[in-house]
C-alpha cells in the first residue's frame, strides 16, 4: 500500500492510476491523514444468456393449484383430491 499527499497525487496521478490497475492500493491522504483509496475498478461479470440449457426451463405439476391438504381445515371444509392426483398417489 502506497500513502501519498494530495499535491503529489496531482502531479503524478498517471502514475498512481498505474499502479492501482496494477492492484497496488494507493491511499492519497491530506495533511497525512488518510482521505481517498486508489483501486482498480473489477471488470463487471458477462451478462446471463437466457435460454442457454437445453430442455423445458421448468415442469409444474397439473394439480399445482389444487388446495393442500391441511387447507381445507382452515375454511372448515372437505376437499376431495381430483382423480389425477389420487391416481398419482396410487403409483
Known amino acids: 500500500m502506497t500513502t501519498v499527499n494530495v499535491h503529489e497525487a496531482k502531479t503524478t496521478l498517471s502514475e498512481l492510476i498505474a499502479r492501482a490497475e496494477a ?6 491522504a491530506r495533511a497525512n491523514k488518510p ?4 483501486v482498480a475498478v473489477q471488470a463487471r461479470p458477462a451478462a446471463r444468456v437466457l435460454g442457454l440449457h437445453e430442455g ?3 415442469w409444474m405439476a397439473d394439480d399445482f393449484d389444487a388446495p ?3 387447507e381445507a381445515a382452515w375454511y372448515g371444509e372437505a376437499i376431495e383430491p381430483s382423480k389425477k392426483a389420487r391416481a398419482r398417489r396410487s403409483r
Open 68 to 70: 393442500m391438504p391441511d
Open 35 to 38: 482521505v481517498v483509496r486508489l
Open 23 to 28: 492492484g497496488e492500493e494507493v491511499v492519497i
Open 56 to 58: 423445458p426451463a421448468f
